[in-house]
């Protein structure tokens, strides 16, 4: 069977339902593919507050959130089909698609990538030791908790100080159980302040800086684990170790943009390190949009369905031959600049910039090549940060440099 669309969205979550809209909205033919049961993706598990701030003016859970998405997609026209889980993707472009009714193709004239991310595992961070039951990546250790209804253990400890680590040290304290602790290699926490605060100190979780584990132990189960202080090089120092006692370890020590079905399309790197998309956010197959988490992690799903509509409305201009042909310059990582995307900007067209910083800085001016200056404050490397240009900013330029200076 093949079903013909205009743009196909592959994803579900806040990214894909806004892409969805959009380009439904735009008069488009959109069929949105959800491998999951039901829409919304991560939303779906983050039952604590904190989503809507900025496109909703409210604060609400993250299901709230995508209800109202899934309430405005449903106005919107587009098709969505769940359970729908896409194994290919090909020139065409042509998507190869499972679902319990069988495999499908889905031919389509853009598609808008926006199948979010996935976590960091245990394997590559190489702590020695045996591998018993006991450690969970926290968005499982979240989905069992939120979604199954049961506790992964007694005592935990919490590696990584990410948002999502934040968040699951106080879900798993308010659920009855111990939190001994959560501990973080950099001087700095690596989720937003407002979650140190409100899901850390509000509840007596201590957060051990410049710390690592640098042994797991246990046969059957984990039994414990072996942490160190760091040196600025991130080097455990001798004689810091400690034994803490627990049956619990709670990784959240990074997301990866998931793209590797892209792999057939894109250069290796590209699939390695970052999509390289333009101000339409179109990838260099001109076809391909990217949206949300699987363009680049961000911190707020606001930005997230921002860049959803951005991407389903570019998708169903090009699909209409309407999308006029980006004349893109490169953007490049100036002094500070730790993540930057897009990495092409067309000249002249108003544009926005989201980075992130390496490190905190209290009070920086983002400079941009032309002239362009935004002042900050509180930069910090957990939040992304979000610059509008206008058209004038970038007129005339042959490449565009973004740096941070620190004031
Ligand atoms: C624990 C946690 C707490 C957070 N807290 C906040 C907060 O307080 N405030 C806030 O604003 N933001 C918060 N966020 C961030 C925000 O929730 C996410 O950035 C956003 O929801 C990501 O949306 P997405 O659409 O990019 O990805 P996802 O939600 O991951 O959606 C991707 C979808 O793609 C589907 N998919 C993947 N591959 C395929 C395939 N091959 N075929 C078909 N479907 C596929 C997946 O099943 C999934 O449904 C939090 C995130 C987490 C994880």
């Known amino acids: 069977m093949r079903i013909d669309v205009d743009v196909a969205v592959v994803g579900g979550g806040a990214a894909g339902m806004a892409a969805a809209k959009a380009a439904a909205q735009a008069g488009a033919k959109t069929l ?18 904190g989503f809507g701030l900025h496109r909703y003016r409210e ?23 769940t359970e729908a889980t896409v194994l290919a993707i090909s020139e065409g472009p042509e998507l190869r698609v499972a679902s319990p009714h069988g495999l499908f193709r889905v031919r389509a004239r ?11 595992p245990f394997g590559p961070l190489l702590i020695p030791g045996p591998r018993p039951a006991g450690i969970f990546t926290a968005g499982l250790a979240q989905k069992l908790v939120n979604i199954y209804g049961v506790l992964p253990g007694k005592r935990a400890l919490i590696l990584g100080s990410g948002d999502i680590g934040l968040i699951m040290a106080r879900r798993l304290f308010l659920e009855g159980m111990e939190v001994v602790g959560v501990v973080e290699i950099k001087p700095f926490p690596g989720g937003l302040l407002r ?3 409100q899901c850390l100190e509000d509840f007596g979780i201590p957060l051990f800086l410049r710390h690592t584990v640098i042994q797991v132990h246990g046969q059957k189960r984990l039994s414990g684990v072996t942490l160190a202080e760091v040196d600025e090089r991130g080097r455990p120092r001798v004689g810091t170790e ?22 057939p399309l894109l250069p290796r790197e590209q699939t390695h390190r970052g999509v390289v998309v333009n101000g339409y956010l179109q990838a260099q197959v001109p076809w391909l949009f990217l949206a949300g988490n699987a363009l680049v992690v961000f911190d707020l799903v606001d930005t997230v369905a921002n860049t959803g509509e951005e991407a389903g409305r570019n998708a169903a201009l090009f699909a209409r ?29 108003p544009t926005t910039v989201y980075l992130r910083v390496p490190r905190p ?23 992304m940060v979000e610059l509008s240009l206008p058209g004038e900013a970038t007129l005339g330029l042959s490449e565009l440099t973004v740096e941070v200076i620190p004031e």
């Open 32 to 49: 949105l593919l959800e491998r999951e049961r039901r829409l919304g993706g991560v939303l779906d598990q983050c039952i604590h507050p």
């Open 59 to 81: 604060e609400l859970t993250g299901p709230e959130f995508a209800h109202r998405l899934i309430h405005e997609l449903e106005h919107s026209g587009a098709e969505v089909l």
């Open 110 to 120: 853009a598609v808008v990538w926006a199948t979010g991310a996935r976590e960091r």
């Open 195 to 197: 979650n140190v605060v």
């Open 242 to 263: 400690k034994f803490v006692e627990v049956d619990t370890l709670v990784l959240s020590v990074g997301l990866i943009p998931e793209v590797r079905l892209l792999s």
């Open 321 to 349: 031959g309407e999308l006029p042909p980006a004349r893109s310059v490169p953007v490049r990582q100036g002094a500070n600049v730790a993540t930057l995307v897009p990495q092409q900007i067309v000249p002249g067209q």
């Open 361 to 383: 800085f209290a009070r920086a001016r983002i400079r941009v090549s032309g002239g362009y200056e935004k002042r900050a404050v509180g930069l910090r490397p957990a939040e």
